[in-house]
């Protein structure tokens, strides 16, 4: 029996149709995917079914009746819960009190507090209602937004990319949730661009592009390849390396500790490696185990020991971000809005931010605008960033075409050694591609190039050799070749392999 139908559903913005006539449904009971590339409407329908967003035009209904929430309190009395891809969890308060402030009228702290015991227990996602969520792992902090859900006994939970943050062990878990619901008769809505994925938990797909459903499969059935290449409708080119020789090394970190500046963050402790010319390494680790700390000590907007990091033979433990930016030592930070780019600004001023010194887009105090904007037509164009021009503001971007531009602005600076985290974080398997094949690249060059990532398919491919960070501690690099992604998901769990 069919629970929700889409007729028609349109909605358009200045300069763009977000959603052009979607018309598909969910029967009960079902695990059905929502696919499409960065920008192909996905977020903007989900929005429309939770309430957020109003449709322009068509309707939908909701077990036999007309159903046109006005606002997401009306969504989820009517049976609809979603699980968002950026938790809205309060750091300094405890589980009971992060699900109390989610429900309508919360029960007794007492009596909430049991209940989460039970949800917690029913469906294998043990949870403590006393500990403070600051203090919780990612995959924790994930359970508790699924419960806040759980306590509402949806009809429909939509799960937007819910796996980006989880070891291998925790997706597991997550999945045997998921199909225990299936089976108890709840309607699970599945954005995810882990097409694997898709096709070990999915019945069935709707497939968007450019706004319009362009088609629906049943994954099983599918390749992981087939489905990437229904949601860009081109054939898709796996990246490839060409064959390099290491060369010296370009940054070697020496016994580098720093203490988090975040309270709930992760302290670094003796940090060791060298990265090599023509290097790709990989650094793999559950969110939350010192990724951002690193990424700001190797950056310079946090210092450390003047010995603690070398970057071709000079200590620059001690300089900050611009002095390592001239000398060749390039980032893009995981938060693309408001770290890597300034979300009003427009796409020109955002390639000045980074680009300044290297390009010589300024003279004496004086901003060459021109050159500015050539630089970041140039980005746009080698990396296939979809916006109307070079004045649209940063946040105007979707999610993927703004990390293609921000990895394409570092890259294309050529730089002796790149950091990138999250380099694929949210994006859809055509930039994807594109971005891994512009790292390999960089490398084949040359340069040397660390990627953190918790997408472990994505280091498999890319890295020649790979760390894991655990609560701070980085393990030896080793060569990437013959290691399994469960061994590697164990080590992220803090288990020596």
Same mark, same amino acid.
């Given at each position: 029996?069919?629970?929700?139908?889409?007729?028609?559903?349109? +909605?358009?913005?200045?300069?763009?149709?977000?959603?052009?006539?979607?018309?598909?449904?969910?029967?009960?009971?079902?695990?059905?995917?929502?696919?499409?590339?960065?920008?192909?409407?996905?977020?903007?329908?989900?929005?429309?079914?939770?309430?957020?967003?109003?449709?322009?035009?068509?309707?939908?209904?909701?077990?036999?009746?007309?159903?046109?929430?006005?606002?997401?309190?009306?969504?989820?009395?009517?049976?609809?819960?979603?699980?968002?891809? @950026?938790?809205?969890?309060?750091?300094?308060?405890?589980?009971?009190?992060?699900?109390?402030?989610?429900?309508?009228?919360?029960?007794?702290?007492?009596?909430?507090? %049991?209940?989460?015991?039970?949800?917690?227990?029913?469906?294998?996602?043990?949870?403590?209602?006393?500990?403070?969520?600051?203090?919780?792992? !990612?995959? /924790?902090?994930?359970?508790? /937004?699924?419960?806040?859900?759980?306590?509402?006994?949806?009809?429909?939970?939509?799960?937007?990319?819910?796996?980006?943050?989880?070891?291998?062990? /925790?997706?597991?878990?997550?999945?045997?949730?998921?199909?225990?619901?299936?089976?108890?008769?709840?309607?699970?809505?599945?954005?995810? @661009?882990?097409?694997?994925?898709?096709?070990?938990?999915? %019945?069935?797909?709707?497939?968007?592009?450019?706004?319009?459903?362009?088609?629906?499969?049943?994954?099983?059935?599918?390749?992981?390849?087939?489905?990437?290449?229904?949601?860009?409708?081109?054939?898709?080119?796996?990246?490839?390396?060409?064959?390099? $020789? *290491?060369? &010296?090394?370009?940054?070697?970190?020496?016994?580098?500790?720093?203490?988090?500046?975040?309270?709930?963050?992760?302290?670094?402790?003796?940090?060791? *490696?060298?990265?090599?010319?023509?290097?790709?390494?990989?650094?793999?680790?559950?969110?939350?185990?010192?990724?951002?700390? =690193?990424?700001?000590?190797?950056?310079?907007?946090?210092?450390?020991?003047? /010995?603690?990091?070398?970057?071709?033979?000079?200590?620059?433990?001690?300089?900050?971000?611009?002095?390592?930016?001239?000398?060749?030592?390039?980032?893009?930070? %995981?938060?693309?809005?408001?770290?890597? #780019?300034?979300?009003?600004?427009?796409?020109?001023?955002?390639?000045?931010?980074?680009?300044?010194?290297?390009? +010589?887009?300024?003279?004496?105090?004086?901003?060459?605008?021109?050159?500015?904007?050539?630089?970041?037509?140039?980005?746009?164009?080698?990396?296939?960033?979809?916006?109307?021009?070079?004045?649209?503001?940063? $946040?105007?971007?979707?999610?993927?075409?703004?990390?293609?531009?921000?990895?394409?602005? %570092?890259?294309?600076?050529?730089?002796? !050694? *790149?950091? !990138?985290?999250?380099?694929?974080?949210?994006?859809?398997?055509?930039? #994807?591609?594109?971005?891994?094949?512009?790292?390999?690249?960089?490398?084949?060059?040359?340069?040397?190039?660390?990627?953190?990532?918790?997408?472990?398919?994505? =280091?498999?491919?890319?890295?020649?050799?790979? &760390? !894991?960070?655990?609560?701070?501690?980085?393990?030896?690099?080793?060569?990437?070749?013959?290691?399994?992604?469960?061994?590697?998901?164990?080590?992220?769990?803090?288990?020596?392999?």
């Amino acid at each position: 029996m069919t629970l929700i139908t889409l007729n028609g559903l349109t +909605k358009a913005y200045p300069g763009v149709i977000a959603n052009d006539d979607v018309s598909f449904d969910i029967d009960k009971g079902e695990v059905h995917a929502l696919l499409g590339e960065n920008g192909a409407g996905k977020s903007t329908l989900v929005k429309m079914i939770y309430g957020l967003v109003k449709p322009d035009s068509g309707q939908m209904t909701f077990n036999g009746e007309i159903f046109a929430p006005a606002e997401p309190r009306a969504a989820r009395i009517a049976g609809v819960a979603m699980v968002f891809q @950026h938790f809205s969890l309060f750091e300094a308060l405890n589980v009971a009190e992060n699900i109390a402030l989610g429900m309508e009228n919360p029960p007794k702290p007492n009596v909430l507090s %049991e209940q989460i015991r039970n949800v917690s227990t029913k469906y294998g996602l043990t949870l403590d209602p006393d500990r403070l969520v600051g203090d919780l792992s !990612v995959g /924790e902090r994930q359970r508790v /937004e699924i419960i806040r859900c759980l306590l509402q006994d949806p009809k429909l939970l939509i799960m937007d990319e819910p796996t980006s943050v989880l070891t291998p062990q /925790e997706v597991d878990v997550l999945f045997t949730t998921l199909r225990r619901l299936r089976d108890e008769g709840t309607s699970i809505l599945y954005i995810s @661009h882990k097409l694997e994925e898709i096709k070990a938990l999915c %019945e069935r797909a709707t497939i968007l592009r450019h706004g319009k459903v362009v088609g629906t499969c049943v994954p099983k059935d599918e390749t992981a390849k087939s489905m990437a290449e229904m949601m860009v409708g081109a054939k898709l080119k796996t990246p490839k390396k060409s064959a390099t $020789k *290491f060369g &010296a090394p370009l940054l070697v970190v020496e016994n580098m500790s720093q203490k988090s500046i975040d309270p709930f963050g992760t302290s670094l402790k003796n940090i060791t *490696f060298n990265l090599r010319a023509g290097e790709v390494m990989g650094v793999a680790g559950v969110a939350g185990n010192g990724q951002d700390e =690193l990424m700001l000590a190797l950056s310079g907007e946090t210092l450390t020991d003047a /010995e603690s990091v070398k970057l071709e033979g000079a200590f620059m433990g001690q300089s900050g971000p611009v002095e390592r930016r001239l000398r060749g030592l390039l980032t893009a930070p %995981e938060e693309r809005l408001g770290h890597a #780019a300034a979300p009003d600004m427009s796409l020109t001023e955002n390639t000045l931010l980074s680009g300044f010194q290297r390009q +010589k887009l300024g003279r004496r105090g004086f901003v060459n605008k021109a050159g500015a904007a050539a630089f970041a037509q140039k980005i746009i164009e080698e990396f296939d960033v979809r916006t109307p021009s070079v004045r649209n503001t940063a $946040k105007s971007l979707s999610g993927g075409n703004l990390q293609k531009f921000v990895v394409g602005r %570092e890259v294309l600076q050529n730089p002796t !050694v *790149f950091i !990138v985290n999250q380099p694929t974080w949210g994006v859809d398997a055509a930039a #994807a591609a594109s971005i891994r094949q512009a790292l390999l690249e960089l490398a084949s060059g040359g340069a040397g190039v660390l990627v953190i990532s918790q997408d472990l398919d994505e =280091l498999m491919e890319i890295s020649d050799t790979f &760390a !894991v960070l655990s609560e701070g501690n980085m393990s030896t690099p080793r060569p990437a070749k013959g290691v399994t992604v469960e061994e590697i998901g164990l080590m992220m769990g803090g288990t020596k392999v």
